[in-house]
């Protein structure tokens, strides 16, 4: 059983941020397969066992990097708002920028897509923590259109965007057809709104 962050001590919230960061830093240097709890302990500089107190597996931990990788999207659009004239044009945006994220850096990207969409009971939260933030990245793009087309796009883009994310992680094509497919399906969706 892992701790909320909302009931951690600053002391216990700083060795969970440390051992996420550790995550990241290995993910990102050797994707899935490069992080072991043992490494990410030795990163952290954390006991193994403080590990296992905030994440029960590897695919938790790397899961709870997704939703910190969603967050830190949706900080930088709130920064930098999403371009565009039309809803679609903003939305693709968004998409675009999202995309090119993860295009940066191949071994983390797949990793965390590997992980949240593990079948780990753990997960879960993290899925539902993550389907939540990119719901709200994405309907910030679209102001103005109404609430019921906007949940509709928003349930749609993000099936579509795990879809595409899957299918490149599996080398069934590659990261750019991501952003194209997330980019005529937004279109496509938007074009009367």
Known sequence: MSATTETLTRSQAARR?????AAFQLAGEGGYDAVQMRDVASTASVALGTIYRYFSSKD?????????????????LAQRPPAGDTPAERVV????????????????????????????PAVSDCQQETTVVMGEVLSSAM??????????????????????????????YPVSQVGDDLEDAAR??????
């Not at 993860?102 to 983390?108: D, H, I, S």
């Open 60 to 76: 938790h931990l790397l899961a709870a990097c997704q939703v910190e990788w969603s967050k830190d999207v949706q900080r930088r």
């Open 93 to 120: 945006d968004v998409v675009r920028r999202a995309t090119r994220s993860m295009e940066r850096r191949p071994p983390l990207a797949a990793a965390l897509i590997t992980a949240i969409s593990s079948p780990d």
């Open 188 to 193: 496509l969706l938007l074009q009367n709104a």
């Open 143 to 172: 102001d103005g259109v109404e609430v019921e087309l906007r949940d509709t796009v928003v349930r749609i883009l993000s099936h579509v965007w795990f879809s595409t994310l899957l299918g490149w992680v599996n080398g069934w």
């Open 17 to 21: 941020s440390r051992v996420i960061e």
